[in-house]
């Protein structure tokens, strides 16, 4: 409990006047916002393991941000349309283990691929590498990146100051697969989860290796374990975990108004379904959101905080499953520039664009993924994948050609912003040692994406590092 309650006591009257009705009082020991994988994560070790009182705040009506899976209703079949695997890095097969969330492995559908320029509908006679020399081409990119591994993995506290950065990692990767002969990796590269950066080609090469890293490498060379949970529904561990955090989880809530300082942090948090205002006294802050400028808005950031981080930029990336008689069962729709014929492996669409629509099972259920740049919102990327709909009907490369169908969304889930990434000037300006100077600084430390890297299991590694300094001083 908190000796200084003032301004505890200006948050209760500045509520009261808002709000109507009863307003909810926490005291805790760390509140953490954001219940993805980082949060989710820190909210469970924290509470059970560490014996400090929590509360998770969320926006959503459900853990685990980008997870998304889709149960069918007709058939009860579950579709993963975010998260496809988790790779086993730390401690992760013991944290499934500790929910009793039996594991398995990934299977996918063996699909027709089509090569479409989505802009006009033009087939684009785009031929792959031969698989083997995919894989190949892999080995030789992992042998490359993977003693500059433990630069940026689970974090970046081993990030070189300027002048002592390796020159590699600030040039284009589309000059990094040319250097090192690596240009037939990139299909497998782009199409795993090196797209949500948008064209791949022109980013720096340290953000590439942030998207696809050495350890998704090894995981696809099988030199690393992955699993999903058994029942082939990824969503498993995170509504397994919001049973078990009870009311410790804040869900459809948001927070509107803080005071962070180095006694502790006051948050005003208001539930979007009831309009219930909940304020919130504690000793620690845990960040586990991107931090945008909308989504640091509440947090009262100083000079330097907001100067830092607002270096950062984002792509917008959105994922959803499409019903529509239209694609063809075991077709993926995938969307290429002209350019990239024959064998152009470098050539790759600028964003905004959708990545490809692939099929997923069911009644004509379609996957599909938009990356977008600052200015896509949600409501945007459904039109430019309506937009891409309309092209391929009208040019004929779909099993229906009537113009003015409406594209049947079954769900969609927004994951952007994400990749956060920085110029090659502020990179060499120690944008990383400035990055995490913030740790700690009025009560407050920062987990997900832009401090670590955006896989799961990662980020739980990240979080481990960080709850001894977050425990620092709590009895």
Known sequence: MFAQVTPLLGLVAAASLAVAGPINILFKDVVIVGGGASGAYAAVRLRDDFHKSIALIEQQSMLGGMVNTYVDPKTGIPYDYGVKSFIDTGNATGFFER?????????????????????????????????????????????????????????????????????????????????HGIEKAVPLI??????GLGNMSKETTLFVLQAFGASM?????????SFVPAS?????????????????VLYSSTVIDSKRTKFGVFLTVQNSQTGQITLITARRLLL????TAANMAPFDLNRNERTVLSKFTYTNEYAGIVNNAAFAANHSYYNLPESAAPSNYLALPDA??????????????????????????????KRLVQKNFDTLLQAGRLLESESGQQLNFVDFATHGPMHARVSVAELQDGFYQKLYALQGGRSTWWTGGAFSVNFQTTLWEYDELLFPEILKGLF
Not at 217 to 225: C, E, N, T, V, Y
Not at 240 to 247: C, F, N, P, V, Y
Not at 288 to 291: F, G, H, K, R
Request: with cysteine; aromatic share 12%.
């Open 352 to 381: 905004s664009f959708t990545c490809r629509i692939d099929y997923l099972g069911g009644d004509h259920l379609f996957r599909l993924t938009i990356v977008g740049d600052n200015e896509l919102d949600s409501a945007g990327a």
């Open 288 to 291: 586990a959101i991107e931090p």
């Open 232 to 248: 082939g529904r990824n969503q498993d561990l995170y509504d397994a975990i919001g049973k078990h955090l009870g009311k410790d």
């Open 99 to 179: 929910f009793n969330i039996p594991m398995g492995k990934l299977s996918s559908k063996r699909l027709t691929t089509e090569y479409i320029n989505f802009q006009n509908g033009n087939v684009v006679d785009f031929t792959p590498p031969p698989f083997a020399d995919q894989l190949t081409a892999l080995a030789k990119f992992l042998e490359v990146v993977e003693p500059w591994e433990h630069l940026m993995q689970p974090g970046y506290y081993n990030f070189p100051p300027p002048g002592a950065i390796p020159e590699d990692l600030l040039i284009p990767f589309g000059d990094f697969a040319t250097k």
């Open 217 to 225: 490498a090894r995981s696809m060379l099988g030199k690393q374990a």
């Open 190 to 195: 782009y199409q795993t989860t090196g797209f």
